[in-house]
Structure formats: C-alpha cells, structure tokens
C-alpha cells in the first residue's frame, strides 16, 4: 500500500468506519493496521466474557454490567450498543487524547454507534463501506459458512437497513479491493 498518514501535532477529525456486517471492515482495518501502525484504531468496552485467546486491553476492555453501567454514567463512552445480549462502547477519553496528539484515529462500528459519534462529535468524518452489490453482500455472509441459516437472515435484514443509512454518512467507499479502500481510507484521514 503506498503512501502514509502524516503524525502532525495539529488536532485531527476522527474517522468512523461503518457498514454492514459481510461487506468486510475488519479486513480492511487489520490492513491499515499492519501497514499503517501509526492510525490507532479505539478498543471497545464490553460486558461480554473474553474469549479464548483475547487479551484484555487488546481485543477489548472487559467489564462487568456494574462497570459499563459506571461508564455511562459517567458520560466516559463516547458510544455504546447493545448487541447479542452485551454491551459495547467507544471509550471517550482515549479517543479525545489521540485526537488532540495528532494522531490518525479511526473507529469500526456500528450503524448506532456512527449515530452517536455524529451527535457527541459533529466534526468526525463519517465513511460507510458499501459492498459492490447486494448479491456480493449475500455470498460473503452464506459463503462465511460458520453461522446457521436464521443468523444470516438476520444480517442480512439488518444489512437492508444499514444500506438504507449509507445517505446520512459524509461518504461512501465500495469495497471492491481491500488495498484501494485502504489507500482511499488513509487519504482521508491524512487531510
């Protein structure tokens, strides 16, 4: 991937990351991530128990019920969502400190979540990831082969409605190659 995000002193606008489940985020942040360590990419809150292998701090921040619930109240998450029966936030402070360090920050979430970013942070770049066509979107997420039948249809029904949401972000990027969004991406937030 060619280019680089400059690690300039001035405050910076954060960039959030959003689309539908399958259209492939995760792929297209552990890119920037490898190639680019100098964009910090926020690590959620959860309330949901760690998984084999996950690291506290690295994957996420595990909290029980009592501690998101101090967080929100506490006003410390800049978002949050509940999703699968746990809840997940954005912690605020780490983000407003990369922010003002100049430092390239992006954030994964939701739908919701972007919702939320835009009303606490106006001045935050909203990027939706777009998949090339809904049949492609489809044939990611039945092609993933790990989840039954009524998950999918129901990422995919969510999918219905998130698409319909691409309008309130401040642009679209089409997934159609992994390396293209990411230098698009990394553009954006180098201005």
């Given at each position: ?29 552990a890119e ?111 092609g993933r ?47």
């Amino acid at each position: 991937m060619e280019g680089s995000v400059p690690h300039d002193r001035s405050a910076r606008r954060l960039t959030v990351l959003s689309g539908p489940s399958g259209v492939g985020k995760s792929t297209v942040v552990a890119e920037i991530r490898r190639a680019h360590p100098e964009v910090w990419l926020s690590v959620s809150v959860t309330t949901r128990p760690p998984r084999p292998g996950e690291v506290d701090g690295v994957q996420y921040f595990f909290v029980d019920d009592a501690g998101f619930d101090r967080l929100v109240a506490e006003g410390a998450l800049l978002e949050w969502a509940e999703f699968a029966g746990n809840r997940y936030g954005t912690p605020r402070g780490p983000v407003e400190e990369r922010l003002a360090a100049g430092v390239p920050t992006l954030l994964e979430i939701d739908l919701q979540g972007a919702r939320q970013v835009r009303r606490a942070m106006p001045e935050s770049r909203l990027v939706f990831l777009a998949p090339p066509s809904w049949d492609e979107l489809v044939r990611r997420l039945t092609g993933r082969g790990t989840e039954p039948p009524e998950v999918i249809e129901r990422r995919l029904e969510a999918a219905r409605v998130e698409l319909a949401a691409e309008k309130e972000f401040d642009l679209t990027l089409v997934n159609t190659s992994v390396r293209e969004v990411c230098s698009e991406l990394l553009t954006l937030m180098a201005d």
